[in-house]
């Protein structure tokens, strides 16, 4: 399975990226699994505030992604 992973604001400045792909062995995987992954090969988004989106969809970390997913990661939003 492939799944693009997108960044956004301070977690594009760690990463120094905009986007990247990720392939997998299984079929799906989960959130938890995910981000446990992106934090080890990241480990300064450990100490930062997030959420994630699945295909514009913020989801929790049981959710399942699955082959040609997009997963954003997101900073917190601050408005007006």
């Known amino acids: 399975m492939t799944i693009t992973l997108k960044y956004f604001g301070?977690?594009?400045d760690i990463t120094q990226l905009k986007e990247e792909q990720f392939t997998f062995d299984e079929d799906t995987?989960?959130?938890s699994a995910?981000?446990?992954k992106i934090e080890s090969s990241y480990p300064k988004i450990q100490n930062t505030a997030?959420?994630?989106a699945v295909n514009q969809t913020i989801v929790d970390f049981r959710a399942t992604i699955k082959d040609q997913d997009v997963v954003a990661f997101l900073p917190?939003?601050?408005?007006?």
Do not use: D, E
């Open 34 to 36: 995910l981000k446990s």
């Open 10 to 12: 301070l977690l594009a």
């Open 29 to 31: 995987i989960l959130v």
């Open 76 to 80: 917190p939003f601050a408005g007006g």
């Open 50 to 52: 997030y959420n994630i």
